[in-house]
């Protein structure tokens, strides 16, 4: 199956695209590391998949509605 294939599928079926789907995984992961850990958010943000704090800010914001530092105050 080719990659085009793959996310014509993947899309179809989950009403979502597979990176979507992926950046939902990763702030998941991050998530639970905000709570269960003291590590910096920066560590959190490299530890779930992202390479810049910006893009990871910038997910966590889209996914959750709010940024990792109110989530961690906010659910810790």
Known sequence: M????????????TKKTYVDFLDEVR????????MESDKPVLQV?????????????KQFLKVKGVTP?????WFS
Do not use: D, P, W
Request: aromatic share 22%; hydrophobic share 30%.
């Open 45 to 57: 943000g490299y530890e779930s998949g992202y390479n810049t704090m910006a893009n990871f800010h």
């Open 2 to 13: 080719s990659v085009t294939s793959f996310c014509n599928y993947f899309k179809r079926s």
């Open 69 to 73: 530092l109110q989530y961690r105050k």
């Open 27 to 34: 702030i998941c992961y991050a998530c639970n590391l905000l």
